[in-house]
């Protein structure tokens, strides 16, 4: 269900509560569920994200279940607390607990990917398959400020608070072509921006998870851009050489937005993963 928003921001769905923290989701569609999980950054939200795939989900007999994770979207963004791990996956987890969900598919981008890993290893019953797009939290924190897109997105908060300008900027170090950076775009997440407190990103603290990858025990299917500025495609190793059951698809003329800058492309093998029929092959 959704409801009327204000002009330009995201739809607004339902909220559940788990103690002081509100956690605002969005659902689609009926059947085995699939849970989105976002990634970081100014004004993200679960819809900004997503928006582009869950009829692809729907279409295929599937409930979408997009998530704002706590710090972003509608959900509860509290500025005297850190952003860890435990705390996104933990809150997801409680969250699926009210709504019923016993076993899910996760997919997650970016930090949202991050959020699956820890999920799928403290509560492996309730991951059937993880399917990730350029995930965070396989690396050390040096190796990822390295990245030329991390660099530019430090240098782009220098100075204060952001306009519609400056956040279209950093938007633009996302994606391999600017044109996906829209104006409706913008506007949604600088209305989710507006009500976020820069704590929400300066109080992160996500750990490098890559040798606990061979603990998972669900099948692993993964999207990385070539031209991706924010997370290194060599991440892809860390998942083929350590997980027993791990694909990734590689994409040229790609970003760090594989869901969107080639949301056709996803949307297809996304519905052949979750039809159990479609392997990763490169080609």
Known sequence: MTQQAAS???????????????????????????????????GASGYSN???????????????????????????KPSDIDYTTALFAD????????????QCTLLGNSLGGAIC???????????????????????????????????????AFVGGGLDRDGL???????VHDPKHVTDALVEERFCILETQPPDVLSRMIIPNMAAELPNLQCPVY?????????????????????CQQAQFLTLSQCGHWVM???AGLFNAH?????????????G
């Open 260 to 262: 969107v800058e080639h």
């Open 91 to 102: 809150n997801v987890k409680a969250t699926l607990d009210q709504l019923g969900i016993e």
């Open 168 to 174: 279209r900027q950093i938007l633009e170090i996302l």
């Open 222 to 242: 993964g999207f990385w851009g070539e031209q991706d500025e924010m997370t290194p495609v060599s991440g892809v190793a860390h998942f083929t050489r350590q």
């Open 8 to 42: 330009g921001a995201p739809p607004r769905g339902e909220i559940v509560r788990n103690g002081d923290l509100e956690t605002h989701y969005l659902s689609y569609g009926e059947g085995p569920a699939v849970v989105f999980l976002h990634g970081s950054g100014p």
């Open 50 to 76: 997503f928006k582009l795939n869950v009829e692809a989900v729907v279409a295929a007999g599937h409930r979408a279940i997009v998530i704002d994770m706590i710090g972003f979207g509608y959900s509860s």
């Open 117 to 155: 890993i820890r999920l799928a290893l403290d509560f492996p019953q309730l991951v059937t398959r993880l399917i990730m797009m350029a995930p965070g939290g396989i690396e050390e924190k040096d190796r990822y400020f390295a990245m030329p897109g991390i660099a530019k997105m430090v240098s």
């Open 270 to 282: 996304l519905t052949g993963i979750l039809d159990g029929n479609l392997s990763l092959e490169q």
